[in-house]
């Protein structure tokens, strides 16, 4: 099958406490950027044809470096983002617009990935891409480990217990039926309205699509804050010893 991915990457690191904005992308993990690893697990995922990825304008020339020098072919583009994280995600949408204009044929799915999400695994993002085409929109999601409280109206009191039975994480790779996808985002553009995903748009416009879960392991985390960056090397560390025995 044919997957296009778009990957978010335009992300700066507020909340990692880093000196100058440094983008969080390329924090060292295993001896690599963050980057190079999401570019990686893409690159190696078999129903992955092109990559888009939307960074930050002095982030170009070092992420084309990165994908040159390793050898990631299936990178199609490495753009600047816009002002938000949907608005960067659009900005890759227009070139893929343009790629299925050109070309005559519509992928078979569209992913969205968080560039901070390194160590999501190809056999993952291809079940996703698979689910996404037969269902029209897949999102990976954990159980929270964690009882969750809802804030009421004052905010240094707790209210109601949620049920956490009830309750999932959720995270990227989101894939969608590529139509709807680029109809939600472009509906969204128009009436300048923004979520925090590409699921909660394609809520919004079709909410006659059901969002298929697919449940991952507690491994594909964010990498958001300082602490991140230790957890990430023992998840690296677990990953590998875990695809050395298969």
């Known amino acids: 099958m044919k997957t296009v991915v778009i990957i978010a990457a335009s ?109 999501i695994q190809p056999e993952e993002i291809d079940d996703i891409a698979r689910l996404s085409s037969m269902y029209g929109a897949c999102v990976p999601a954990t159980k929270p480990k964690d009882t969750i409280k809802y804030v009421g109206c004052n905010p240094e009191i707790f209210g109601e217990t949620l049920d956490r039975s009830r309750l ?17 985002h472009r509906r969204a553009a128009e009436e300048q309205w923004y979520a925090t995903d590409d699921a909660a748009l394609v809520e919004r416009f079709f909410p006659e699509q059901h969002i298929r879960i697919y449940e991952t392991g507690y491994h594909n985390i964010k990498i958001t804050t300082p602490e991140d960056i230790f957890i990430g090397e023992a998840i690296l560390a677990g990953l590998k010893v875990r695809n050395t025995e298969n």
């Open 11 to 119: 992300g700066v690191g507020k909340r990692m406490k880093l000196d100058g904005a440094l983008s969080k992308q390329m924090l060292e993990l295993g001896g690599h950027p963050v980057i190079w690893h999401t570019m990686k697990a893409f690159q190696e995922a078999t129903t992955v044809e092109s990559v888009y990825i939307a960074t930050k304008a002095d982030s170009l020339a070092t992420f084309r470096q990165i994908a040159l020098e390793s050898g990631f072919t299936k990178i199609r583009a490495i753009i600047e983002g816009g002002k938000e994280r949907q608005d960067s995600i659009y900005n890759c949408m227009a070139l893929i617009e343009k790629e299925i204009l050109a070309s005559g044929v519509m992928p078979d799915a569209i992913l969205v990935h968080d560039g901070a999400r390194p160590f």
């Open 168 to 184: 999932l994480q959720v995270q990227t790779p989101q894939g969608f039926a590529p139509e709807k996808l680029i109809e939600a």
